[in-house]
C-alpha cells in the first residue's frame, strides 16, 4: 500500500449536495451526492512510477493483456528508473484497471461519475459574462486538446470553491462507473452532444462530451490524453489523519 504520510492535505473534502446531470433524471430531482474526499490534483507521473516500483505487476512487461491493451504508458521510456520524464505532469494511458489498482493502494478508489460531474460543477462566477466565457475557455479546449503539451498538475489556474483542481483543461479521467447503464441507448453522435445539452450553462457542452467519450472506453483502453485522481470515504480519510 502507498505511503499516505505525505498524501494527506493533499486531498480535499467535498461536502455533501446535489448537481443537475446531463443525463436523464427524474424531472425536478437532481443527483443527490454525500460527502467525499477527492485528491486535489491527478495523479503525476512521479507518483505512479513510485506505485510501479512496490507493484512490478503493474509495469508494462508484466501486465496481462486482459487488464491493459498495449498503449499502456506508451511514452514511459523506463519504468525502473527513480527519475523519469515529466514527472509532476498527470500520469495518462492507464488503463481503468490500473488507476483503480493504484487508488486502492492508496487507500481510496475511483470517484464515481457522480462524484466527479458534481465536484466539477462547484464553482464560483462573478458574473454570467464570466461563465460564459469559461465555458468559451472549455469549448476551445475541448475541440483542440494537445496532450503533446501538456501541463503540470495545478497549471490550468481552473480550481471548484473547495481546492480540487484541473477537473477541466488538462485531461480527461476515469471515474469508477465511466459507462453507466443508460449509455447503451445513446450513440456516439453529435445530434446526441446536442441533446445531452440541456443544462444551459458553462458545464453542459464539457459534461456531454465527457460523457459520449466516456461510453467509448473499455476498461482496458489506454488513451493519451486520459489520466485519474483517487476518492476516498470519509471516514477513511479521518481515520487515517488520526492515526499519523
Not at 26 to 47: C, H, M, R
Request: glycine fraction near 6%; charged fraction near 20%; proline fraction near 4%.
Amino acid at each position: 500500500m502507498l505511503c499516505l504520510t505525505n498524501m494527506v492535505g493533499a486531498q480535499v473534502l467535498v461536502p455533501s449536495g446535489s448537481f443537475h446531470s446531463v443525463m436523464p433524471e427524474i424531472k425536478g430531482e437532481p443527483v443527490e451526492v454525500e460527502s467525499f474526499y477527492l485528491d486535489s490534483t491527478a495523479v503525476t507521473n512521479q507518483q505512479y512510477n513510485e506505485f510501479l516500483q512496490d507493484h512490478e505487476n503493474w509495469k508494462p512487461e508484466n501486465v496481462p493483456s486482459i487488464f491493459a491493451y498495449k498503449g499502456y504508458l506508451k511514452n514511459w521510456e523506463n519504468t525502473n528508473a527513480d527519475d523519469i520524464v515529466n514527472p509532476n505532469q498527470p500520469v495518462t494511458s492507464v488503463s481503468w484497471y490500473a488507476a483503480n489498482a493504484y487508488c486502492q493502494s492508496a487507500g481510496g478508489r475511483l470517484p464515481t461519475l457522480n462524484e466527479w460531474e458534481y465536484s466539477a460543477q462547484l464553482m464560483d462566477f462573478e458574473s454570467t459574462a464570466d461563465a460564459k466565457e469559461f465555458a468559451n475557455r472549455l469549448m476551445s479546449w475541448y475541440s483542440t486538446f494537445d496532450n503533446e503539451n501538456m501541463g503540470a498538475v495545478g497549471s490550468t489556474g481552473i480550481e471548484n470553491r473547495y481546492g480540487v483542481k484541473d477537473q477541466f483543461g488538462l485531461i480527461m479521467e476515469w471515474v469508477e462507473d465511466f459507462k453507466p447503464v443508460v449509455a447503451d441507448d445513446l450513440s456516439l453522435d453529435c445530434g446526441t452532444v446536442g441533446r445531452m445539452q440541456k443544462l444551459g450553462n458553462a458545464y453542459s457542452y464539457a459534461a456531454s462530451i465527457r460523457y459520449i467519450t466516456r461510453m467509448s472506453f473499455s476498461p482496458k483502453s489506454t488513451n493519451s490524453t486520459v489520466g485519474f485522481r483517487c476518492a476516498y470515504n470519509v471516514e477513511t480519510m479521518e481515520n487515517k489523519k488520526s492515526n499519523l
